[in-house]
Nanobody, 127 residues
């Protein structure tokens, strides 16, 4: 069974930073791309960032470019999301997810491309 556990969420003032972590167990972590998504109340889940299985390539949603950085440590089975210059509109539950494709070079933005999900961590940015 594949289990993903996010941590690092919390309350931060606008302009502040947070670093989210996601630890994965149950499937060879280093073989799969990882993604971060978020969902605000009343809104659909949206793509935030993704990273290939070897960390060689990353992708970001336009509104996150330059502010968010995704990285991974395959030795620790962990993917990170560093979030800087946070805005109130970044308030959401953030989820990490694991792509179903083995060692794909394609970074996907659609939720249905990911077959395992964490429980989410709340990020709240106050103005």
């Amino acid at each position: 069974q594949v289990v993903l556990v996010e941590s690092g969420g919390g309350l931060v003032q606008a302009g502040g930073s947070l670093r989210l972590s996601c630890v994965v167990s149950g499937r060879t972590f280093s073989n799969y791309a990882m993604g971060w998504f978020r969902q605000a109340p009343g809104k659909e889940r949206e793509f935030v960032a993704a990273i290939t299985w070897n960390g060689g390539s990353t992708s970001y949603a336009d509104s996150m470019k330059g502010r968010f950085t995704v990285s991974r440590d395959n030795a620790k089975n962990t993917v990170y999301l560093q979030m800087n210059s946070l805005k109130p509109e970044d308030t959401a539950v953030y989820y990490c997810a694991q792509d179903w494709a083995l060692r794909t070079a394609t970074l996907r933005t659609a939720p249905h491309a990911y077959d395992y999900w964490g429980q989410g961590t709340q990020v709240t940015v106050s103005s």
